[in-house]
């Protein structure tokens, strides 16, 4: 199936919460609300509609390391860390299985993740696409285009969070 990438919206007032129990905000079933399939079942048919509203879920896919190497900080990279926040992360790899990463954005840092978020224009997302090899054999431009719809998701929902003054708790797993 694949690490995934989830993240769930949460209330100011909820901030400590988050903090305290990020697994709180979260779905314990994410990818069924995802793909609209019916929670915990072993067996389901996905109707691949996410079933949470967009401004409370974002379903990033497998696109969130991609995202995180073109938000990455450096050379070439954005000029600070606060999109790159937003992806950062990988699962700790164990056995036969892995842990997720979990990480709280508070609602005070979601206007500086969409500001950098909306800098990300068509030049860089080209020099990236150049450097870039997929891990899922896609071409080039299939990998450009997949980066783009789940990049263009992430504005939209963090746009959604910095308006309404929300929070966000994401899992990568």
Known sequence: MGIR???YAFDAELAQQAINDPHSILSSDPLADAWGLEPHARSSVAVFEQVPPRCDMLYLDKAWSALQALTRPGPGGLASESA????EGNVTMHGLGWEPWVRVI??????GIRDQLREVDEKRIDDWAR???SPHGATDEEERRYVLHY???AREFVESLAAEGRGMVYLIG
Do not use: D, H, K
């Open 84 to 87: 790159y926040r937003m992806f």
């Open 5 to 7: 990438y989830y993240a």
């Open 106 to 111: 508070l609602p005070e840092e979601v206007p």
């Open 151 to 153: 990049l263009e998701r």
């Open 131 to 133: 450097a870039w090899r």
